[in-house]
């Protein structure tokens, strides 16, 4: 059985694959400039990064590509196919997406310089503003903590809920978001960031 992969960004800015790799790989890598590169946009109009080639079949929105390649892997452990064991993947992935990522975001577009447009590191971070958005995400980050099974991953065994949210979890390494007054919340980063597989996706931001 292939692993799923989490798309990752580059070291450093690279131009854009052109489409001919893109259809030979399942990922390409793209930079963050806007516009888009017209190959992209014609891959994706929506323009989000990531998209995925797929034997001819194109698909954005993340949450739609995980769920795409854990059935067409057969990974029912990853997208269970018994309808309330996917309703609560599907729930969890929709306040992940919905309401629990923009609060992180809050936090990461002055500890990383965010610029929209330019990504990550577009501009100066900003650290005197993150206290302050610390303590406005905090009850949102408290209810996190208190929907986050105990025991490591989200819904107490590894989905693909959780392959979603390990980019931005790991992302708090780097923006020193302090998440132990998230316990459950914090083992949950901890234990997603030490799989072999995500180690090996070597994510960079
Ligand atoms: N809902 C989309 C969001 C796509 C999205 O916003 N992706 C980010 C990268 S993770 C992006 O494209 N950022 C660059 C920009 O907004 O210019 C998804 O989940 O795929």
Known sequence: MKPLSIPTRPRSPLRSAPPTTVFKRQFAILPFDLPRPGWYVAVNPVGGIPALADDGMVLAESNAI???????????DLYPGHLRDRAAVDEFLDRWALTFRPAFFRFEVPALGFVAGRGM?????????LPAI????????????G?????????GRFTIADV???PVLYRTMHTRLDLSPYPNVERWRDSLIARKA???????L
Request: net charge negative; hydrophobic share 45%.
């Open 198 to 204: 995500f180690i090996a996706a070597d994510p960079v």
């Open 164 to 166: 979603s949210a390990a």
């Open 147 to 155: 929907l986050v099974d105990p025991s490591g991953p989200a819904l």
């Open 121 to 129: 590191g577009g501009g100066p971070p900003d650290p005197a503003a």
């Open 134 to 145: 610390a303590e406005a995400i905090a009850p949102t980050l408290r209810m996190l903590d």
């Open 66 to 76: 995980l769920r795409y390649l854990a059935a067409r892997e057969q990974r029912d």
